[in-house]
C-alpha cells in the first residue's frame, strides 16, 4: 500500500492541491470533527518536533474567535530562500506542494508521525484561508493562502498564495506561526473542541519533557481559564504521577528507564499501585498505540524476565518453583512506555499497533540493560522486594481464580441446554449477526424477550445493580452471579484467558433505563468490560442501546423521540392536539414498542463505545469508581453536570463516540 501510495502521490503533486479537496478522506481520513482536528495537529506535530529536536522551547496554540487556529514555535522559521529546482521560497512549496514532506525529508525530521511536512499543504487546501509568518535572521517574513472560487475556471482553487513572499521588517522573534481557517464547505462542522485539543496539548508536554506548551481558547468568555500552559520537566515520570492520582502508590519514586539502540530511543516510566489492574499506555512518535505491537511486546518480555530473574536471585522465588507469569507482574502496574522509531508502520484496526518487528529486540535490549542496572542498585532493593511480593500474591490469586474457571467450564459443559441461568438464547447460527442484549431489570427483560427478533437477538436480564468491578480481584468478579451468567452468555472467558475468538455475539449491547440507575448500571458494565474484557472494546463489539425518552402521538401517528431536540420536532410536526408520554423506563414499554423503537436494528440507535483516550478512561475509572473518596469528590464537583441525569455518565461519556449502527 505504501509504495503504492507514493506513485499516486506523484501524480498528485501534478494535479495539485484540488486533489486533495476532492478526496479530503484520503488524506485526512474523514470531514468529521476528528479531520478538523487532524489539520490542527498537523501543525501542532511540526511545531513539536521542531521543539524536540532542540531548536524550539516553546509551542503556542490559539483557537481565535473567528474560528481560525493558530500555532506557533520559536524554533528555527521555515525555510524562505528559493527551493533549487522549483524557484519558489521554502514556505511556498511546503504550502503548496503535495508531499513536500520528501523534498526536505532531512534526517532530524524522520521520528514525526508519518506525514511531516506533507501534512502543511493538505491543511491549506482543506482551508478557506491560511497565513504563515516566518521570524528569521532578524526578518519577518509573510505568506498568505486562500482557496476561493475563481469564476474563470469555474472552480475553486485550493490553497493559492494571494502575492509573492512579503519581507514585512526587523524582528527580534524567532520561529514559525501558522494560523488557518478550516473550510466550512469541507468539514461538516468547523469548531473545535477546546477540551479535546487542550487533553492532547497536555499528554504532548508530557511526552516531550520541557517543553512549555500554552494554549489559549479566545472563545472562553472567563479570562481565568482562557490560557493554560503545560510544561513537564519529569515528562513521563510525571505522567504516571498524573495517571496514579486517586490511586494508593506501592513506592513513592517511579522508576525512569531510558535508552538508546539503533536509532531507536526507548523511554518508560513506572510505578505499582496497592490496585489489580494493568495500565500499561504505549506511544511511537507521540502517538498512541493502545492495540500495542512490537516495542510492548519487547518490554514486557524484558520486564518480566529481569524481575523473574531477580526473584530468583534473591531467593524469593525457589529452584522448584515456576517463573512467575508476565500478567503477575503487571497487577497493579502503572506504565507509561515510548518509542522513538524512524520509519513506523502502523498496523491493526485502528492503526494503533506498530508493526515494526526489528523494534521488539532493540527495546528488549534496552530495558533488560536498564531494568537490570535499576534492581542490582542497593537503594533499589525495598521496592523490589515490594514488586515480586506483589506478583507471588497475584500468581497465588490467579491460580484460585483458574481453578473457579476450570469448574464453571465443567458445569456449564455438563449443562445440556444452551441456556445460561436466565439468558433467553437466539437460534441463528452465525456469531456476527447475533446480538447480545444486557438489559436491566427482569420486567424490561420480559418484554426485550417477546419483542426481540429471536433468530438473531438474545436476551440477558440483569437483576439489580451488578457488582461493581473496579477494585474486586479476579476470583470475586467470578463468583458473583450475574457476571458468571454473562461471562458464560459472551463465551470468551475473561481476563488473561479472555479470547475473542469464541464470541457468540457481533454485538454486545447494553440497555438500561435513562434515569440515574440505568446509568450506574451502564458505567459499572463497561468498567467490567474495560477491565476483564478490554478487547471486546477496543474491536468495537460493544454497544449501547438508545430507548427513546418520548412518545408524541396524534390519532395513529406516533413519533418517538431520543431528545429534546427531537422532541421540538415531532410536537412541531404533528402540530395541536398531541399526547405527550415520557418513558421513565422501559419496563414502560410493551414489547411492540421496545422492538420499534430500541431493538429492531432498521429504526433503533445505538452507541458504539470506543476507546478514545484510553489514559483519560483508566484515570476517570479509577477516579469515579475506585474507593478513595477524595477525587471522587474533587472531580465531581469541578465536572459535574447536574442536567445531566447522572454523575457517573462522566467515564461513559469519555468512553463512547456516537455512531450509527
Ligand atoms: C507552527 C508550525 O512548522 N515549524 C518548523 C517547520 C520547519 C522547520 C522549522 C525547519 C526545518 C528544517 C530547516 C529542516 C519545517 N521545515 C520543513 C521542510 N511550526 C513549524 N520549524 N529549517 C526549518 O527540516 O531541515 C517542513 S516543516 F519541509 F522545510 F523541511
Known sequence: MASQTYNAGNIQVLEGLEAVRMRPGMYIGTTSSRGLHHLLWEIVDNAIDEASNGYASEVMVTLHKDGSA????????????????????GVEVIFTVLHAGGKFNHENYSYSGGLHGVGASVVNALSRWLTVDVFLNWTHYRMEF?????????????????????????????????????????????RFNGEQVARRLQELAYLNQGIRITFTDERVTDPESRTRVFCYNGGITDYVQYLNAGKTALHPEVIYLEGRRDEVVCRAAIQYTDGFNESLFSYVNNINTPEGGS???????????????????????????????????????????????????FEGQTKGRLGNSEVRPIVEAVITQQMTDW??????????????????????TREAARKTRDNMRKASALEAAPLVGKLASCTGRKWEDNELFIVEGDSAGGSAKQGRDRRFQAILPLRGKPLNVEKKHLDQVLANEEFRSLITALGTSIGESFSLD??????????????????????????FFLRYMRDLITSGHVYIGMPPLYKVQKGSKIIYAYDDRELAKATRALGKGYTLQRYKGL???????????????????????????????????????????????????????????????????????????
Open 146 to 190: 486562500t482557496s476561493e472560487f475563481d469564476p474563470k475556471q469555474g472552480k475553486v482553487e485550493a490553497g493559492k498564495p494571494s502575492g509573492p513572499l512579503q519581507v514585512l521588517g526587523n524582528t527580534r522573534k524567532k520561529g514559525t506561526l501558522v494560523r488557518f481557517l478550516p473550510d466550512e464547505e469541507i468539514f461538516e462542522d468547523i
Open 70 to 89: 493558530s500555532v506557533y514555535d520559536n524554533g528555527r522559521g521555515m525555510p524562505v530562500d528559493t527551493h533549487p529546482t522549483m524557484g519558489i521560497p
Open 502 to 527: 469464541s464470541l457468540k455475539y457481533g454485538k454486545v449491547i447494553i440497555l438500561s433505563d435513562a434515569d440515574q440507575d440505568g446509568a450506574h448500571i451502564r458505567a459499572i458494565l463497561l468498567t
Open 587 to 661: 419496563g414502560e414499554m410493551n414489547p411492540e414498542q421496545l422492538w420499534e423503537t430500541t431493538m429492531d436494528p432498521s429504526q433503533r440507535k445505538l452507541m458504539r463505545v470506543s476507546i478514545e483516550d484510553a489514559a483519560l478512561v483508566d484515570r476517570l475509572t479509577t477516579i469515579l469508581m475506585g474507593d478513595k473518596v477524595e477525587p471522587r469528590r474533587d472531580y465531581i464537583s469541578e465536572h459535574a453536570d447536574f442536567n445531566r441525569p447522572d454523575d457517573f455518565e462522566l467515564p461513559e461519556a469519555q468512553l463512547a463516540s456516537a455512531e450509527g449502527a
Open 375 to 396: 534492581l542490582d542498585n542497593l537503594k533499589n532493593q525495598e521496592t523490589a522486594t515490594a514488586i515480586v511480593s506483589k506478583a507471588i500474591r497475584a500468581a497465588q
Open 295 to 345: 516495542h510492548e511486546t519487547g518490554f514486557k518480555a524484558a520486564f518480566t524476565k529481569c524481575l523473574n530473574d531477580y526473584a530468583r536471585k534473591v531467593g524469593l522465588l525457589k529452584d522448584t518453583d515456576a517463573n512467575l507469569a508476565g500478567e503477575d507482574f503487571r497487577e497493579g502496574l502503572t506504565c507509561v512506555l515510548t518509542a522513538m522509531v524512524r520509519n513506523p508502520q
